[in-house]
C-alpha cells in the first residue's frame, strides 16, 4: 500500500502570533507543491491565527497536545472541541518532552489518542528511547511497549489512519541525528509490532515518522528508508527556508 509521506514542523514554545502568522505565509507559496502532508504545529495561542493564515493552501494545522475530557476543571489543558472549531487536523501527542517534563504517562497518551481520533483529529504520537536505553540495548523493546500502549483499544482500521514518530530523545535539538540505519531500524520494529497486534494492513497504512535533528541536508536519505514514512521536524521547522527544503525532499 502506497503511503503519503507526512512532514510536519513542531514549533514547540515558538512563535507568537504574529510570527507564526508571517511564518506560514512565508511557508505557503515554498511548499505549494509539495507531494507530501504538510503539517505546521504551533503553540495553542497561535493556533487560530495560523490556521486562519493557512486557509486556502496545502498547510494542515496540528496542535501540540489536547486533553481527553471534553470540558471541565482541568488547568492548562484544551479540549478535542476546542481544536476542532479552530480546524485543526493534527496534533502531537507524547512528545518526550511532555514525557519528560510535564510527566504524561503512556496511559495518558493513549485517552488523548482516543480523544483526538474520535474528534475527527489525526493523532501524531510519538515514541522514543533515552541515550541509557539505547546503551543498554532495551531500546527496541522500550519503544515497542510505548507503541502498543498509547495504541491500546484501537480498531485495526483505525490503527491504519495514526501517525507515530519514533524520536530518539538523544538525537531531539542535539545536532545529533540518529544513522538512517538507526531510524530504519526502529521504524520497522514499530511496523513489525503494529503488524503483530493489529494486522498486516494495519501496519501497511499507518504512517511512521523520524524525529531528532532532522535538516534540508539529512531527509533525502532518510527518506529513501522502507519504514520512515516522513518526519517530524522541531529546530528546522521555525526557518521557512529550512523547512520547505525539508518538505521538497
Ligand atoms: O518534535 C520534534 C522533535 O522533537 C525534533 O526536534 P529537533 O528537530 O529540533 O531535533
Not at 502506497?2 to 510536519?8: D, G, K, L, S, V
Not at 502570533?17 to 497561535?46: F, S
Not at 501527542?93 to 504517562?105: D, Q
Request: net charge negative; aromatic share 6%; with cysteine.
Amino acid at each position: 500500500m502506497a503511503r503519503t509521506p507526512i512532514i510536519a514542523g513542531n514549533w514547540k514554545m515558538n512563535n507568537t502570533i504574529v510570527e507564526g502568522k508571517n511564518l506560514v505565509r512565508g511557508l505557503a507559496p515554498l511548499v505549494k507543491d509539495a507531494k507530501v502532508t504538510v503539517v505546521v504545529c504551533p503553540t495553542a495561542t497561535a493556533l487560530a491565527a495560523v490556521a486562519d493564515a493557512a486557509l486556502g493552501t496545502n498547510i494542515h494545522v496540528g496542535a501540540q497536545n489536547v486533553h481527553w475530557e471534553s470540558h471541565g476543571a482541568f488547568t492548562g489543558e484544551i479540549s478535542t472541541g476546542m481544536l476542532n472549531e479552530i480546524g485543526v487536523d493534527y496534533c502531537v501527542l507524547g512528545h518526550s518532552e511532555r514525557r519528560g517534563y510535564f510527566g504524561e504517562t503512556d496511559e495518558g497518551v493513549n485517552k488523548r489518542a482516543h480523544a483526538a481520533f474520535a474528534a475527527g483529529i489525526t493523532p501524531i504520537i510519538c515514541c522514543g528511547e533515552s541515550l541509557e536505553q539505547r546503551e543498554a540495548g532495551v531500546y527496541l523493546d522500550f519503544v515497542a511497549g510505548q507503541v502498543k500502549a498509547a495504541l491500546a483499544g484501537f480498531k485495526p482500521e483505525e490503527v491504519a489512519q495514526l501517525v507515530i514518530a519514533y524520536e530518539p530523545i538523544w538525537a531531539i535539538g542535539t545536532g545529533k541525528t540518529a544513522s538512517f540505519e538507526q531510524a530504519e531500524e526502529v521504524c520497522a520494529h514499530i511496523r513489525k509490532t503494529v503488524a503483530a497486534e493489529f494486522g498486516q494492513e494495519a501496519a501497511d497504512g499507518i504512517r511512521i515518522q523520524y524525529g531528532g535533528s532532522v535538516k534540508p541536508a539529512t531527509i533525502k536519505d532518510l527518506m529513501k528508508q522502507p519504514n520512515v514514512d516522513g518526519a517530524l521536524v522541531g529546530g528546522a521547522s521555525l526557518k521557512a527556508k529550512d523547512f520547505s527544503e525539508i518538505v521538497n525532499y
